[in-house]
């Protein structure tokens, strides 16, 4: 007797991501209440279970959602606006993104908001961090509206500009925060840099995760004036200051970037479980090499993350090959050795260690996980014939490439259309308001007093 389930999806590859990291050939998944209750061959599944839906992508791969653990959601708008002489800025996070969230207002928060959504939907993102948007509310309601999973956090700060807000203030817009969002979305706590917050905030933040059980995720060792700023300060290195400030005992911890760690503190990473999220390109443009790209990372929950529509298309499939190739291209210099950072490995880090990095069962096509999954049409001369799926997929197939996306087996984007956002509304609005946000940008740099280019 078969069993009933909602939906039964079968494609020509399946890269299930399962503690066997079993691709299956001509594969299906049943799945029931969003949950997988089922994956393997296509005439076993068919045999075992009847749906109400059959779904079938015969020339397609279907891979586990990814997971962006690092985006800034409402600084989407500053596409383009960063220009390679603005990056010398020390550092700009103080120049110009935060102020440009500070003078956006909240209608452009949500079209910047709607934007991105849409953007990490069609290039296979199901599920996402937020580093710290300014307006967590409005990131809030577009989260329920689309579909998408996401953690929602303030933008935690209160030193700017040399200025000091009260740290009760901020305090308490998280509580607000908290107290009308928790239970229809991910609420964690953040805090926006060491350098840019007072002790008293950091110690109410992590108290605050604390009280909550919720996660925290922070920027941390982004920068080498932070690392010489906690040792002058603290006489400890940032990740040793944090430490000892007591995020060991909150889960889960994501670190966003972590581009300057000491041998130790790659040590402390693993000993203590924390999630560390590489930005390939951003972190090479503006910070330099990564460790996670030539150092022995098992054992650590290791993510990608894209920091956000400023600096790209929000695409984890173009990110990881970045990674690769950076990887590659230092292991090759140093040590003369090619093999490091496979495919596999990669194909892990965008869907956040297989969902381990936010402690959630997703991230792997596996029975009792999560139906979040992303189809990828490979029918076209660009990249065929096949080989090997899994580097087929990394070496290979980005953003594009995606045709459907299951989010709890709902089906979000249908042959590269997103069904539960009015895209085209949102691209009319971007193209109407073009020269309101290039005049905010423009107010921005005029400000910065800097040559735009090289003399």
């Not at 409005?138 to 956090?153: C, D, P, S």
């Not at 709902?410 to 691209?427: A, M, P, Q, S």
Request: hydrophobic share 40%.
């Amino acid at each position: 007797m078969q069993g009933e389930v909602d939906k039964i999806v079968i494609g020509r590859y399946i890269i299930t991501l399962d503690e066997f990291n079993r691709v299956i050939s001509k594969g299906a998944i049943a799945i029931r209440n969003g949950i997988i209750v089922d994956v393997g061959e296509y005439e076993e599944v068919l045999r075992k279970y009847r749906a109400e839906e059959v779904i079938e992508r015969k020339h397609h791969v279907i891979i586990p959602g990814l997971l962006d653990c690092h985006t800034h959601t409402q600084q989407y708008l500053l596409r383009s606006a960063i220009s390679d002489i603005m990056l010398q800025l020390p550092p700009i996070w103080t120049k110009v993104l935060v102020p440009f969230e500070r003078t956006m207002g909240e209608d452009l928060a949500r079209l910047s908001t709607q934007a991105s959504i849409v953007n990490m939907l069609k290039n296979g993102i199901t599920y996402f961090i937020e580093a710290g948007a300014p307006y967590p509310e409005i990131l809030a309601q577009e989260v329920l509206k689309a579909g998408i999973k996401g953690v929602i956090t303030y933008a935690t700060y209160n030193i700017a500009d040399d200025k000091v807000a009260e740290t009760c203030e901020v305090l308490e817009k998280i509580r607000e925060l908290y107290e009308r969002y928790s239970g229809k979305v991910h609420i964690w706590m953040s805090i926006r840099q060491v350098m840019m917050a007072t002790e008293d905030l950091i110690d109410n933040v992590i108290e605050l995760s604390r009280k909550y059980s919720v996660g925290l995720t922070l920027h941390l060792s982004e920068y080498q004036g932070e690392v010489d700023y906690t040792l002058a300060k603290y006489g400890k290195r940032p990740l040793e200051y944090m430490l000892n400030k007591g995020i060991s005992d909150i889960k889960p911890v994501v670190i966003a970037h972590g581009v300057f760690f000491s041998p130790n503190e790659i040590e402390l990473v693993k000993k203590y479980e924390l999630g560390i999220c590489w930005c390939p390109t951003v972190d090479a443009w503006l910070m330099g090499l990564h460790w996670a790209g030539f150092t022995n990372i098992n054992n650590i929950k290791l993510g990608i993350g894209s920091d956000g529509g400023a600096w790209g298309k929000i695409d984890l499939l173009h990110e990881v090959k970045v990674a690769k190739a950076l990887g590659k291209a230092v292991a090759n210099a140093i040590t003369y050795f090619k093999a490091g950072l496979d495919s596999t490995t990669l194909l892990n880090m965008i869907t956040g260690s297989k969902g381990s990095i936010v402690g959630e069962k997703i991230g792997r096509i596996e029975r009792g996980y999560a139906a979040d999954l992303v189809i990828l049409d490979y029918k076209s001369t660009k990249i065929l014939p096949i080989h090997n799926p899994i580097d087929l997929v990394v070496n290979y197939l980005e953003g594009d490439n995606v045709t459907d996306v299951f989010i709890d087996g709902r089906l979000i984007v249908e042959n590269g259309k997103v069904t539960t956002i009015d895209e085209e509304k949102i691209t009319e609005e971007l193209l109407n308001r073009e020269d309101e946000i290039r005049e905010v940008v423009r107010g921005l740099i005029k400000k910065l007093k800097i040559t735009q280019t090289p003399t």
